[in-house]
């Protein structure tokens, strides 16, 4: 059926890395469930890519735009090991601050 060959398409292009893929449904059955989570998938995939380049650049203030919730219930465990990252990367970069001014006032 076209609604699932279009999802194993678009499915195949996010494996590929490409998260920009868009899907129309306009169904509630099987299909169409698994088609909006392949979605939110891909869109999670690419705030988390987006969230990392902030913290690779040194921007440890950067909110994560990842959902926390998903139906209701916190789930999002990539979610917590990103902030995680970003903390300790924060209290890192902060103690090299210190030290390196130390350094330079003695």
Request: net charge negative.
């Amino acid at each position: 059926s076209k609604p699932l060959n279009d999802l194993a398409q678009a499915s195949s292009e996010i494996s590929k890395g490409n998260l920009e893929v868009m899907i129309e449904t306009h169904t509630q059955d099987e299909i169409g469930h698994i088609t909006n989570s392949t979605l939110y998938l891909s869109e999670s995939i690419r705030k988390a890519r987006e969230f990392a380049k902030n913290i690779g650049k040194g921007n440890y203030e950067v909110e994560s735009l990842l959902d926390e919730q998903q139906n209701g219930t916190t789930k999002n465990s990539l979610f917590y090991a990103l902030m995680g990252m970003r903390d300790q990367l924060k209290i890192v970069a902060e103690s090299d601050e210190k030290r390196n001014w130390i350094t330079k006032g003695l």
